[in-house]
């Protein structure tokens, strides 16, 4: 089955740029020249036409002007392996790439070499209705696959806000979230199965296509989210889930976000599990504003709230306990929405929230913290704080009920880059004080590298990098991410 919608990639967001991120430049020496042009004279004959390119058209799409790049586009597994062993062989970096919807850097070529674009991998082998299972090669759309697998009755979770363009493979190599994570856990939690390319070129496969099964170690939690420094996925086996049959969508608003966030840590205390827990905060509603919701001036901030069930009746009786407990916490209005148009029309707001930040001032650097439920509205007042001390805005959103907050902060001139930095480091450090986490699901990758060590002891780092030294002895499987 090829994927039931074509991929529109129109509205993905253009390349990052290595060097906007801090600490760029920091990451060994770029590839030769000579090396690269060897290894497209070497792989030009093993791939389909037009699937090694370095012309200026695909140099541009991607974000890059260096000369010394290569675009591979390889059709089959069999292409891949030909690809990795050759960039081995040649000593030329390579680079595995999804649809570039990464928050993290994690798909940029940071020492030049061969990006591998996995996006004409993009059928959807099998939608099992019996197994309750789906395999899907790893250029495949997201959206795609949960139309395929919601035409037959089932659900597939992970719906990071990227999935109309993002792809399968991206998802497994960030470990992607989205805001039903809160119910259903993110992508680590439904791959069941994996055809892998090691970065030595060979293929192997690792998981099940059952949903149980404890064989070995668990390879499969190890390379979902390994941010593609462990070697690529061509294929991926999910586990599927009955379709919810009832899905109730509500807006909460709220005078302060304090209330928002005290109404998020009750809700979670009260029985219930609503599927998605999401929070904007004053600066995020500003930011959304003319974007189709319409809210009364005291209103400064709102919760997104899903709840999804087998009945009408079981989900209707929870947005009884919902609304009780947000009123309780103070809440000024809850609204329902009446049908699938007025839901979709929430989530388009809560879905342009990332993109509407980026234009509030110009420019944003944007995060993706957790800390424990119980301590959110400490967190998000804390970083405030930080943020009015630095002279900068900070906006907060995201998925609450997690704890997983999209710290944001904005800023106009390019010249306040060393004071946004600075920030973005003592939120971070907040958050990890806190209790918390640097990344819920963007990764690390070139954007925290500089942050690792401030979770993470020098034990932990020193195995990590031993696993990777051990699949990658050359290192030239996308170099230069996680570790500082
Ligand atoms: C979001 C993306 C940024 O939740 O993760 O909007
Ligand atoms: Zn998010």
Same mark, same amino acid.
């Given at each position: 089955?090829?994927?039931?919608?074509?991929?529109?990639?129109?509205?993905?967001?253009?390349?990052?740029?290595?060097?906007?991120?801090?600490?760029?430049?920091?990451?060994?020496?770029?590839?030769?020249?000579?090396?690269?042009?060897?290894?497209?004279?070497?792989?030009?004959? @093993?791939?389909?036409?037009?699937?090694?390119?370095?012309?200026?058209?695909?140099?541009?799409?991607?974000?890059?002007?260096? $000369?010394?790049?290569?675009?591979?586009?390889?059709? =089959? /597994?069999?292409?891949?392996?030909?690809?990795?062993?050759?960039?081995?062989?040649?000593?030329?970096?390579? /680079?595995?790439?999804?649809?570039?919807?990464?928050?993290?850097?994690?798909?940029?070529?940071?020492?030049?070499?061969?990006?591998?674009?996995?996006?004409?991998?993009?059928?959807?082998?099998?939608?099992?209705? *019996? +197994?309750?299972?789906?395999? &899907?090669?790893?250029g495949v759309v997201l959206g795609a696959l949960?139309?395929?697998?919601?035409?037959?009755?089932?659900?597939?979770?992970?719906?990071? +806000?990227?999935?109309?363009?993002?792809?399968?493979?991206?998802?497994?190599?960030?470990?992607?979230?989205?805001?039903? &994570?809160?119910?259903?856990?993110?992508?680590?939690?439904?791959?069941?199965?994996?055809?892998?390319?090691?970065?030595?070129?060979?293929?192997?496969?690792?998981?099940?296509?059952?949903?149980?099964?404890? !064989?070995?170690?668990?390879?499969?939690?190890?390379?979902? #989210?390994?941010?593609?420094?462990?070697?690529?996925?061509?294929?991926? /086996?999910?586990?599927?889930?009955?379709?919810?049959?009832?899905?109730? /969508?509500?807006?909460?608003?709220? *005078?302060?976000?304090?209330?928002?966030?005290?109404?998020?840590?009750?809700?979670? *205390?009260? @029985?219930?599990?609503?599927?998605?827990?999401?929070?904007?905060?004053?600066? &995020?509603?500003?930011?959304?504003?003319?974007?189709?919701?319409?809210?009364?001036?005291? $209103?400064?901030?709102?919760?997104?709230?899903?709840?999804?069930?087998?009945?009408?009746?079981?989900?209707?009786?929870?947005? @009884?306990?919902?609304?009780?407990?947000?009123?309780?916490?103070?809440?000024?209005?809850?609204?329902?929405?009446?049908?699938? =148009?007025?839901?979709?029309?929430?989530?388009?707001?809560?879905?342009?929230?990332?993109?509407?930040?980026?234009?509030?001032?110009?420019?944003?650097? $944007?995060?993706?913290?957790?800390?424990?439920? &119980?301590?959110?509205?400490?967190?998000?007042?804390?970083?405030?704080?930080?943020?009015?001390?630095?002279?900068?805005?900070?906006?907060?959103?995201?998925?609450?009920?997690?704890? +997983?907050?999209? !710290? +944001?902060?904005?800023?106009?001139?390019?010249?306040?880059?060393?004071?946004?930095?600075?920030?973005?480091?003592?939120i971070a450090r907040e958050a990890v004080a806190? #209790?918390? =986490?640097?990344?819920?699901?963007?990764?690390?990758?070139?954007?925290?590298?500089?942050?690792?060590?401030?979770? *993470?002891?020098?034990?932990?780092i020193a195995v990590q990098k031993s696993v990777?030294?051990?699949?990658?002895?050359?290192?030239?499987?996308?170099?230069?991410?996680?570790?500082?």
């Open positions: 089955v090829r994927a039931v919608a074509p991929p529109d990639r129109s509205s993905a967001p253009s390349a990052l740029r290595a060097d906007s991120f801090k600490g760029a430049g920091d990451f060994g020496p770029r590839v030769e020249r000579a090396a690269v042009a060897a290894l497209k004279a070497a792989l030009v004959a @093993q791939l389909p036409e037009g699937g090694l390119r370095d012309d200026p058209a695909t140099l541009a799409a991607f974000g890059h002007d260096e $000369s010394n790049t290569l675009f591979a586009f390889p059709e =089959t /597994t069999a292409q891949v392996q030909a690809i990795v062993r050759a960039c081995m062989a040649h000593g030329v970096p390579v /680079t595995p790439v999804g649809a570039r919807s990464g928050k993290s850097g994690g798909s940029l070529p940071v020492r030049g070499g061969l990006s591998l674009c996995l996006e004409k991998l993009d059928h959807i082998l099998l939608v099992d209705d *019996q +197994n309750l299972i789906a395999v &899907a090669q790893a949960h139309a395929a697998v919601e035409a037959k009755g089932l659900f597939y979770a992970p719906d990071p +806000n990227s999935l109309d363009w993002c792809t399968l493979g991206g998802n497994v190599a960030e470990n992607a979230g989205g805001p039903r &994570a809160l119910k259903y856990g993110v992508t680590r939690d439904h791959v069941i199965g994996l055809e892998w390319v090691l970065p030595s070129g060979e293929a192997i496969r690792l998981g099940r296509r059952v949903h149980k099964g404890v !064989t070995g170690y668990d390879l499969l939690g190890l390379f979902v #989210g390994s941010e593609g420094t462990l070697g690529v996925a061509t294929e991926v /086996t999910v586990k599927l889930l009955p379709l919810p049959k009832v899905v109730l /969508t509500a807006l909460v608003l709220f *005078q302060q976000v304090e209330q928002a966030a005290q109404a998020s840590t009750r809700l979670l *205390q009260s @029985q219930l599990l609503p599927r998605c827990l999401e929070l904007l905060d004053d600066v &995020a509603l500003a930011a959304v504003k003319g974007a189709g919701l319409q809210l009364p001036q005291a $209103s400064q901030a709102v919760l997104l709230i899903e709840l999804d069930g087998p009945t009408e009746d079981s989900v209707l009786a929870e947005a @009884q306990t919902l609304e009780a407990v947000c009123r309780a916490e103070g809440a000024l209005e809850v609204r329902v929405a009446r049908d699938e =148009t007025q839901r979709a029309g929430l989530w388009a707001v809560r879905k342009s929230v990332s993109g509407a930040l980026k234009l509030f001032e110009g420019r944003k650097v $944007s995060e993706d913290v957790v800390v424990p439920r &119980a301590r959110l509205g400490e967190a998000i007042a804390r970083f405030k704080a930080l943020g009015a001390a630095a002279r900068l805005t900070v906006a907060t959103y995201g998925h609450a009920g997690d704890g +997983n907050l999209h !710290t +944001n902060v904005l800023y106009s001139k390019a010249e306040q880059k060393p004071e946004v930095d600075a920030l973005v480091a003592a806190l #209790g918390g =986490t640097l990344t819920g699901e963007h990764g690390i990758g070139v954007a925290k590298r500089h942050l690792l060590t401030l979770e *993470q002891g020098p034990g932990l990777k030294a051990a699949l990658d002895p050359l290192g030239l499987f996308n170099p230069g991410k996680i570790f500082p």
